[in-house]
């Protein structure tokens, strides 16, 4: 079974550069056919999938957010990270990593890390 923990700082000053790691355990980064990608839920608003990077490598972003947003990986430590630059406020919120399968018929995010809340404020 799957597992995914996030870390990073749990508060950032505006204008600076949000990093969050997201962990796997219980299956490679690599593995075919999944996209392990990144999703944050403002408070009060529903949940934003911000971005992915493929089993590959290939990496995808939401069109709103991809002028600011990097995602990258080690696959030595099974790790993929977040990074967000120019934060604001409104990039408070509570950031998911989350594993997206896609095959023939399904298109679904089967495991999700527990979430870690972001703060921006100086």
């Known amino acids: 079974q799957v597992q995914l923990q996030e870390s990073g700082p749990g508060l950032v000053k505006p204008s600076q550069t949000l990093s969050l790691t997201c962990t796997v355990s219980?299956?490679?980064?690599?593995?075919?056919?999944?996209?392990w990608s990144w999703i944050r839920q403002p408070p009060g608003q529903g949940l934003e999938w911000m971005g992915a990077?493929?089993?590959?490598?290939?990496?995808y972003w939401s069109p709103s957010l991809k002028s600011r947003t990097s995602i990258s990986r080690d696959t030595s430590k099974n790790q993929f990270t977040l990074q967000l630059s120019s934060v604001t406020p409104e990039d408070a919120a509570v950031y998911y990593c989350?594993?997206?399968?896609?095959?023939?018929?399904?298109?679904?995010?089967?495991?999700w890390g527990q979430g870690t809340q972001v703060t921006v404020s100086s």
């Open positions: 989350a594993r997206l399968e896609i095959g023939v018929g399904i298109v679904r995010f089967d495991s």
């Open positions: 990077i493929g089993y590959s490598g290939s990496t």
């Open positions: 219980g299956g490679s980064i690599t593995t075919t056919y999944y996209y």
